[in-house]
């Protein structure tokens, strides 16, 4: 790469750290000419370096112009774009789609050029589209896509702990309403299968349910994917539905919200409000009949406070609440669903395990449990699976959990034990406090009669 007022050695330099950085880099001058590709960037776009360093860009990318390509736009405009979609046909015919951030570059306030570091996501986009076509077509099968897609009811909630219980019988109550739904909890708590049961118990249990997870797809793609494309719009598009429409009659279930942009949740929330979506680079309003159900691992004033989830938005959605406990909690429930689960991996793995140890139970009920019920259900896997006994012992545990050590004469059963007991009542009535006052802790404060600093310590010690 030859930059007027850069010596060779530092041209060298330069350019051995862009080939090293794994990210596509295309770097062209102010006629448009590709003075530097490097490896990652050729491996994106299906070409050899030697077919793009030296040529003018819309040669080597026939399908772009003067407009559509990010490169060129910045030499024009002199005017950085960040986190731009791009779809274009390179010199063999193939489709590339990539998000890429441009930014010209000035030499002593001149300027030579431009780079661009690029993003593909053409499998991801891909593997995205091939959803929306399968979901459409399990809609027009009517009630079926619903029973394929949302599979669990409120009786596969399984609980022995009465502020769980309590939740459920809430849940199934509000079910019947078409309100919008904010369901928060730690990962591995349940969020989804306690979201599928609502829908089931809902009017709309015979229409579509449809789940995405905002977390999985780059933010280009997620809006073209909730809200569908028209033709034309950008190089490639085509008339396709987005996930309201195919929710159309039936519930989207939205995971992960606090991980969509800022600028999305203000999108989302203009759709929720109007029950109408506008389909990119289109023109016509599609009426749309969704219930939004959102869920998040994290609780809704923290979001706000660290500017992942817009205030709005949060209280268009926080009409209807449910806060799902972490397994820690309600530790009733994890020798009751290692029985469970124990159960079920008999008859899979063909076992005859009768149960836990006293060790083990000790040992589980000391253990924290971030991953909660999913980390439970897969340690009992893995012990089941390495047991060559009738009872699950020690020897059989993970070895990450073989380092937890009970205290001598530590005691394994709860259902009695008075300090256990009075915590559990303890958490709930603070989670029963928050959920009224809308996560507010000086609300909470005053429905339980506490000063805002107890709470605040009480939260602080019970890790609510």
Known sequence: MRLNSVSNVTEEILSAILKCIDEAIHVVNTEGITIFYNEVAAKHDGLGIGEVVGKPLLNVFPSLNNQSSTLLKVIETKKPIYNETQSFVNLHGRKIDTV??????FVQGELIGAVEIAKDYSQIKQLSERLVEIQKSLKHRGGKASKQQAGYTFSDLLTDNKHFMTVKKKAE?????DSPILVYGESGTGKELFVQSIHNAS?????PFIAQNCAAIPENLLESILFGTSKGSYTGAVDRPGL????????LFLDELNSMPFDLQAKLLRVIEDGAVRRIGGSNVISVNVRVISAMNVYPTVAMEANQLRTDLFYRLNVLTFELMPLRQRKQDILYLSDIFIS???KQLRKHVSGLDDQVKAIFLKHQWPGNVRELKHTIEYMMNVCEGSILTGQDLPMMMKNIQPEPGEETRTSFVLRENLKELEIQLINDALNA???NVQKAAVLLDIPRQTLQYKMKKLNI
């Open 173 to 177: 109550k509000l079910a019947k309403s």
């Open 100 to 105: 890429n951030t441009t930014l010209p570059i």
């Open 244 to 251: 309201f429409e195919l929710a159309n009659g039936g519930t």
């Open 437 to 439: 006052s809308g996560g």
């Open 344 to 346: 079920q991996y008999n």
């Open 203 to 207: 009017s709309r249990a015979a229409g």
